[in-house]
T-cell receptor, first 114, second 106 residues
Framework: DAGVIQSPRHEVTEMGQEVTLRCKPI?????LFWYRQTMMRGLELLIY????????DSGMPEDRFSAKMPNASFSTLKIQPSEPRDSAVYFC????????????FGPGTRLTVT | RKEVEQDPGPFNVPEGATVAFNCTYS??????FFWYRQDCRKEPKLLMS???SGNEDGRFTAQLNRASQYISLLIRDSKLSDSATYLC???????FGAGTRLTVKP
């Protein structure tokens, strides 16, 4: 069975541009999480969904960030406009309802904003 | 006090050694805890879940001390392949520690 799929794997963009990151969770999983990882701040939870509904977005840094989950098999994280400080690795993870802490991570998207 | 604090490391140990990491947490309401490992430039992967006082899986043992609010991870007979960063996780929401880097040397 396929794991969590993320695209693109690498993204290089200029400051001010819109960036869209995509995630396909494992089929049957009820929870979907978006994380950001940097050397300075470590791994941070940005937002998570349960059954496609956003539950906690308190980790979203500011209004430039938005996330959607239109159906059970797809989610996007959008940054508009992007800034150099957004450069990081963005991970998507999914889990079953019975064990939201037992998550399966995708390979991540390495974002560089110049 | 940070929500989740880990031994900063790095830990450099020889093959076959026993090594232990500690993690302290501030949310006394947490009922479950997790250890993830992350290899360099890879995604985190679940290593162990801790729902009661502890858990053991082969060479790995996780213990929970609720009174002192810390969890530990013990690795026995360490292998070269154990070299990674170990992340302590306390829900909810998911709070990851900064990680402890382990290098096992021949």
């Amino acid at each position: 069975d396929a794991g969590v799929i993320q695209s693109p794997r690498h993204e290089v963009t200029e400051m001010g541009q819109e960036v869209t990151l995509r995630c396909k969770p494992i089929s049957g999983h009820d929870y979907l999480f978006w994380y950001r990882q940097t050397m300075m701040r470590g791994l941070e939870l940005l937002i998570y969904f349960n059954n496609n509904v956003p539950i906690d977005d308190s980790g979203m840094p500011e209004d430039r960030f938005s996330a959607k989950m239109p159906n059970a098999s797809f989610s996007t994280l959008k940054i508009q406009p992007s800034e150099p400080r957004d450069s990081a690795v963005y991970f998507c993870a999914s889990s079953l309802a019975g064990g939201p802490g037992e998550q399966y991570f995708g390979p991540g998207t390495r974002l560089t904003v110049t | 006090r940070k929500e989740v604090e880990q031994d900063p490391g790095p830990f450099n140990v020889p093959e076959g050694a026993t090594v232990a990491f500690n993690c302290t947490y501030s949310n006394s309401a947490s009922q479950s805890f997790f250890w993830y490992r992350q290899d360099c430039r890879k995604e985190p992967k679940l290593l162990m879940s801790v729902y009661s006082s502890g858990n053991e899986d082969g060479r790995f043992t996780a213990q929970l001390n609720r009174a002192s609010q810390y969890i530990s991870l013990l690795i026995r007979d360490s292998k070269l392949s154990d070299s990674a960063t170990y992340l302590c996780v306390v829900p909810y929401p998911m709070r990851f520690g900064a990680g402890t880097r382990l290098t096992v040397k021949p």
